[in-house]
């Protein structure tokens, strides 16, 4: 494993002072995954608090997260490092912190390794002998991508079924049958947990997995599909075959998912982009339940679901609200919903300048690049189809939109209340018609700089009369 030299500094110090250092948990899993990492945890046996801390102290700044957790945090060059001693934890309430944790440094390896939820997280490494240290399994688990429960204490902590979520979607893995039946006897126990823990499993999930689909069959596995009503709502919603040969909503919604995280747009784009793309492919059908009906269309019966993307827009804000998402999420992703279905045109559709410019402005704060990775993941998620026309319209939409400069933010007013004034205008409410015609007129193509916004208003004084 490659270890930043001021931590091996730090380890050697360790060592050398009679501690037991190991790297532990998700560097460990990251490394046998060929997944570079920047966190490092290190679980030290044999020395005391005070002993370890008195061998941090001089390396750098120190934080002691608390006595009683046996955690001490190492800054070194801008990069923090967490040390910790061997500890047992056992449950004493309700809930995600209802835990009774006892440091321990003379637990063995395989002591230790116990108290943590999965085995390849339970997995080990020494950094001086470069040994893997396994007691639980956790490398055969890992090689065949299964998520398994390393003790029966798995089920003291609730948290953990959305851990599983997480973890599968982000490293594609399966649920191991014993452990999914552990899930599901502490289904109850979901209302136990904090809504900001609810939203950190969903927030790493939606910026950081492979295969997202892999989450949201943990959760349909699990029995847990049921506390995200929007989200179970989606299953046995049926589809027109025609149309979605592959299966229900909820089948659909996991194929977008799939097909979004393989994108160029999706992989480039900070966590911030990648949060609002995944939420928005996952809720742009959450309007299907409530508008699906078999009836005519085309001359035959059909499974339509007309008006669902605007119907999908309250729908999306509740299931963000319910996981705790930030509230500057909630009006992107419902504006993406609500304007996701803008590719299923005919096939002589186009876009319009003042149709492009306009769109811009209804998708704020989100944009028309934002909505093509939607649309496209959407057209995506029909396999075995290929949606070679639904692909050239969003390309098509993308090209107009970059060519008109409105791709990655909405035309700005260029004609402004100081503009009025300098006509000699006076400030009141009745500016505001005025400025509200030369938006439109802006958007309508008939302006697009200053000079040109000046000459607009001077003719609209002369046709309107309010020429001074």
């Known amino acids: 494993m490659q270890i930043p030299a001021e931590l091996n500094h730090a380890l050697d110090l360790v060592r050398q002072a009679g501690g037991r250092p190991r790297l532990v948990g998700g560097c460990v899993r990251d490394w046998l995954l060929g997944i570079p990492s920047k966190d490092f945890d290190i679980e030290v046996g044999v020395l005391s608090f005070d002993e370890l801390h008195r061998v941090l102290a001089p390396l750098g700044a120190t934080d002691i997260v608390g006595r009683s957790f046996g955690v001490i945090k190492l800054r070194l060059s801008g990069a923090e490092y967490d040390f910790s001693l061997p500890r047992r934890e056992s449950k004493t309430g309700a809930g995600h912190r209802g835990f009774a944790v006892s440091p321990e440094p003379t637990l063995s390896d395989a002591e230790a390794a116990a108290r943590r939820d999965f085995t390849i997280n339970a997995i080990s490494y020494d950094p001086f002998t470069q ?9 055969l688990d890992l090689a065949a991508r299964v998520l398994r429960h390393t003790s029966a204490a798995f089920v003291e902590d609730p948290l953990r079924v959305l851990r599983a979520m997480q973890f599968a979607g982000r490293f594609d893995l399966t649920l191991a049958p014993e452990t999914a039946r552990l899930c599901a006897s502490i289904a109850d126990s979901f209302r136990e947990l904090p809504l900001e823990r609810v939203w950190g499993e969903w927030d790493k999930w939606a910026t950081q997995s492979t295969r997202p689909s892999r989450g949201i069959i943990i959760l349909r596995e699990t029995g847990w599909l049921c506390h995200f009503p929007e989200l179970a709502s989606l299953r046995g919603t049926p589809q027109e075959p025609e149309w979605h040969p592959e299966g229900d909503v909820l089948d659909h919604t996991q194929h977008c998912l799939d097909a979004l995280v393989e994108t160029p747009g999706w992989l480039g784009s900070p966590p911030e982009r990648r949060r609002l793309l995944t939420f928005a492919v996952l809720a742009h059908d959450f309007g299907k339940p409530q508008t699906t009906a078999y009836a005519e269309r085309h001359g035959c019966m059909r499974w339509i679901s007309n008006g669902h993307e605007s119907a999908g827009g309250p ?3 509740t299931f963000l609200q319910r996981i705790g998402s930030p509230l500057d999420l909630i009006e992107p992703v419902r504006a993406l919903v609500v304007h996701h279905q803008l590719h299923h045109q005919g096939p002589q559709a186009t876009y319009s300048d003042s149709q492009l410019r306009r769109l811009a402005r209804q998708l704020i704060p989100a944009t028309i690049d934002d909505l093509c990775e939607v649309m496209e993941a959407d057209a995506r998620g029909r396999p075995p189809i290929t949606p ?68 607009w208003l001077r003719q609209h004084l002369d046709s309107t009369g309010l020429k001074k």
């Open 131 to 139: 040994e893997l240290i396994d007691p639980h399994g956790g490398q």
């Open 315 to 317: 729908v999306s804000e």
């Open 388 to 455: 070679v026309h639904s692909l050239r319209l969003v390309e098509t939409l993308r090209t107009r939109a970059r060519e008109l400069q409105v791709s990655g933010q909405a035309p700005r007013p260029i004609l402004l209340g100081r503009h009025l004034l300098a006509h000699n205008l006076k400030p009141g409410p009745q500016l505001k018609p005025i400025l509200t015609a030369a938006f439109e007129a802006q958007l309508d193509g008939e302006f697009s700089d200053e000079p040109g916004a000046l000459a």
